[in-house]
């Protein structure tokens, strides 16, 4: 079987290490907006088909703010 939220979690988290990667600066700043949109939008879609308690889910969503 495969193991979609392995796939998915080395996918995000390789994702997010290379946007922390790009230096600040107006270049980049359209690129950092494109990578990150659809990453939190699959982050908010993963947390909200798991199977973690509503608690632990909002807990999560008040440490990223």
Known sequence: MIDYKKM???????????????????????ARIELETPLRKTEEMYISQSE???????QMNTNRS
């Open 8 to 30: 998915y979690a080395i996918l995000c988290t390789a994702a997010s290490e290379a946007i922390d990667i790009l230096p600040n600066s107006t270049e980049n700043l359209k």
């Open 52 to 58: 973690y308690p509503a608690h632990l889910e909002k």
